[in-house]
Antibody, heavy 124, light 106 residues
Framework: QVQLVQSGPEVREPGASVKVSCTAS????????INWVRQAPGHGLEWMGW????????DSPQRFQGRVTITADTSTNTVHLEVRNLRSDDTAIYYC?????????????????WGRGTLVTVSS | SYELTQPISVSVALGQTASISCGGK??????VHWYQQTPGQAPRLVIY???HRPSGIPERFSGSNSRDTATLNISRAEAGDDGDYYC?????????FGGGTKLTVL
C-alpha cells in the first residue's frame, strides 16, 4: 500500500534552518510528484511547492522562493524540504502529499495520499 | 491572487445532508478537489476533479461545480464525518486552498 513516512518533530531557534524528509513506498516513485503543504496551529492548509523526479522539475510559490528548497533522492525514494532563516510564524505541521500529474502539463492535479506530518517548532 | 471562500462552520443533524460551499471567481472553469481533516489527522482526499470519489470514499460524499461555486454534499451524515473540509484548486500554477469549513454533526 502507498505510504509516505515523514521524519520526526524538530525544534529550532529563529534564524536557523530545518530539513524535513518524506520517504515513499508502495508505488513507482517516478510516476507521481511530491508536494509540501503546511498547517500552522489552528490555521488552514498552505501549499509550499512540489518536485518531480521523472522530469527533474521543482516549483514553489514566489513567497517561498529563496528560503525554501525541495530536493529528491531517487536512490531512497525520499524527498526533502529545507526551510532557512526560520521565523516564529514558520511553526507548523509540514505534510508531504503525493499527486498524480496532468498528461498535458506534467503538473500536479490533486493530493491523493498524505504523510502524517512533521511538527516544526520555531522558538527562542 | 486567486481566493477561495468557504463558510467557517456548518452544522448538520445526524442522518441529514450537509452542504459545504466553496466560492471563487469563475470557479466552474477550474477543477475543484476536496479534503477532509479529522482532529489530529492528516488531510484525506474525498472528492477530486469536481465530483469524482477516490477508492474507499463512501457514495455519501458527492461534489458539484458550476459558475462561481463548488459544493461538497455529505448525505446521511455520521458522527465520524465531523472535522474540517478544505476545497483546493490550481491557479497560475499555484496550489490554492480555501480557508476550511468546520463540520459539526449534531
Amino acid at each position: 500500500q502507498v505510504q509516505l513516512v515523514q521524519s520526526g518533530p524538530e525544534v529550532r531557534e529563529p534564524g536557523a534552518s530545518v530539513k524535513v524528509s518524506c520517504t515513499a513506498s508502495g508505488y513507482t516513485f517516478s510516476n507521481f510528484v511530491i508536494n509540501w503543504v503546511r498547517q500552522a496551529p489552528g490555521h488552514g492548509l498552505e501549499w509550499m511547492g512540489w518536485i518531480s523526479t521523472s522530469q527533474d522539475t521543482v516549483d514553489s510559490p514566489q513567497r517561498f522562493q529563496g528560503r525554501v528548497t525541495i530536493t529528491a533522492d531517487t536512490s531512497t525514494n525520499t524527498v526533502h524540504l529545507e526551510v532557512r532563516n526560520l521565523r516564529s510564524d514558520d511553526t507548523a505541521i509540514y505534510y508531504c502529499a503525493r499527486a498524480p500529474t496532468s498528461t498535458i502539463s506534467g503538473r500536479p492535479i490533486y493530493f491523493d495520499f498524505w504523510g502524517r506530518g512533521t511538527l516544526v517548532t520555531v522558538s527562542s | 491572487s486567486y481566493e477561495l471562500t468557504q463558510p467557517i462552520s456548518v452544522s448538520v443533524a445526524l442522518g441529514q445532508t450537509a452542504s459545504i460551499s466553496c466560492g471563487g471567481k469563475r470557479l466552474g472553469t477550474k477543477n475543484v478537489h476536496w479534503y477532509q481533516q479529522t482532529p489530529g489527522q492528516a488531510p484525506r482526499l474525498v472528492i477530486y476533479r469536481d465530483f469524482h470519489r477516490p477508492s474507499g470514499i463512501p457514495e455519501r460524499f458527492s461534489g458539484s461545480n458550476s459558475r462561481d461555486t463548488a459544493t461538497l454534499n455529505i448525505s446521511r451524515a455520521e458522527a465520524g464525518d465531523d472535522g474540517d473540509y478544505y476545497c483546493q484548486v490550481w491557479d497560475t500554477n499555484t496550489g490554492i486552498f480555501g480557508g476550511g469549513t468546520k463540520l459539526t454533526v449534531l
